[in-house]
DNA sequence: TATGAATGAGTGTTCATTCAT
DNA sequence: AATGAATGAACACTCATTCAT
């Protein structure tokens, strides 16, 4: 967040390199050079190393998007009236939409990188989905003994497992609902 | 199995490359250098790649070592009394130990060389586990509608989750539990 | 000849590389290094890399550069008032300057790809060629089964042939002459 | 020439390994290595290296037994009546059987190791040569200002060009007759 | 003496990053 | 601000040579 807003052309530069890193990864995996996504953006290198001075600092951004979007859609689930529904359409929207996404998130992991999120949006997408979990729990429709945390790891968890093996989800859901 | 058995400090300097390897793919990841394994190894650069004529095949040979591991497990089990503790002592296991595992089996993964792995020691372990399964199934102990091949893709996803942060396992296995 | 002309000081660059290649490679055979000629060029290992994406593709050049030059020396001949003399001072011209050009030539030719070259000056050197020769023919001062083919087999034969014995062309040459 | 006359097995070894190396040196230059020499000749990598210290030892020796056998033909032609017949038999036959050759001389020549050859044998071929020539001359089939370092010369270049572009040889043998 | 495993300097090539234009 | 040429450290891999078996 610079303190001066950029130049019109600037953050459509900007936007465009984001947008094209997230597909670049997904499709190559993280190893994809940073050429690539130049070329693809149909910008000079100069000008990605200039808005991410580094490639993590790129990887980040693009993780950070990613979360961002995250948690527009658990916002966006507050607003629902039946709270099982709510949280079951948000992890299994999340899991299979994730699978261009786990290269970055691996990455990100591995690199201890994740937790360097920009806090705020991670933040957000953190109290969202607690809301969620926790209503859920209140309508009976979670096991109590869960946590935010749990849920997260499951997510991730689960976007592997489907990646692995195309499987019906039920059977990662089912060990959250109650006994 | 070569042809010729190696000779036994060969046959020392490719186990103890072997076993190095595993170490360095769990600590830095599969992008971790030839060099480095060589160095951490105690041997020269040319040994690793005379028993490893691409880094590749050094990969799969790590992981078909992995495989040998826990196709061993599953066999052993394969004589114990109680189906139910039988199965699950082998899942909570494997997700327990398989932290280092996961760097490896990703990149193979993603590679595409998973299949590709010695397929005897793979269909030994599938043939265990398949038992182990049965057996479970038919004491009760897990749903019916369950197969091999979902079991090892929870399996990965579980050994993910937890790496990802440490939670009771109960929560995954417990989706496998008839309803 | 690229699509878009490079910035002059890469133009400098590329001349130069291609330089002291034609210069190293004559020196110390087509097993020169690049790194060596990189040096020598006073340019980075990655700025060779630029401009020629792998070391045949420097080769290529060099001899491109050379076929070139053969292609100017005898589209000037042609413009020569006396046919015999036009003829034979190419080809004694030629095989005195060639020393230096002998290990790029053998090399590719090694490689089969001599007749890769870009094929518009090879076949303005071959097109120049023959006319020097079909006008010595007609002057009666070279043999009338003689072809453009067997005079570059003789070429390069003489070529070596002096750089082994330094001696009287005329030995070589004189095979040309009716009898 | 060792002291000591090698064991028979020895012996063998080190004839076969001679033969095995101009085969391959022929066949892939003599960049081929020297594994490959050894696996072709059924031998273990050391063996080649007790017999030849240093790989440039190794194309020395196949470059002097290359010019013992051209010594042994050049003795034969000797004995024959005919002595335009003999040395254009000779240099003839030389060319024809030369590709095989060229890579090693090249490498050689380019190494500066041809001077080195066991002067003995070349010493042989030159007397017999200087003879085969001198009779020739003295019968009026060759050109009297030629001497044997030209000869030798034009043997190289000929082979050079009939590799390059086959053609009729008297096209170069021509130049040696007299005007 | 023969073997082939071990060695490590050297090679071609890639890529994140810098900087002159 | 944007460009892309230049840089050089790093990598996977090769090969002549040495040495323990």
Known sequence: MPARPLRADAARNRA??????????????T?????E??????????????????????????LAELVRGLAEEADALLAADDPEAAFFTFFTGVV???????AVM?????????TAT???????LRAAL???????????????DIGVREVMA?????????EEAPMSLEVITSGLRPA
Chains 1, 2, 3, 4 share one sequence.
């Open 130 to 144: 607690a809301t969620l979990l926790e209503r859920a729990q209140h309508a009976g429709a979670v096991r109590a």
């Open 96 to 102: 299979q939409r994730s699978t261009a996404k786990n």
């Open 16 to 29: 465009k390199i984001l947008q094209t890193a997230e597909a670049v990864f997904a499709e190559l995996g």
């Open 106 to 114: 691996q990455a990100l992991a591995a690199a201890g990188v994740a």
């Open 154 to 162: 499951l997510l991730v968890a689960a976007s592997r497992a489907v």
């Open 118 to 124: 920009d806090s705020d949006t991670a933040g957000r």
């Open 31 to 35: 190893s994809a050079s940073t050429e």
């Open 37 to 62: 996504i130049a070329r693809r953006a149909g910008v000079g290198i100069g000008t990605v190393f200039r808005h991410f001075p580094t490639k993590e600092s790129l990887l980040e951004a693009v």
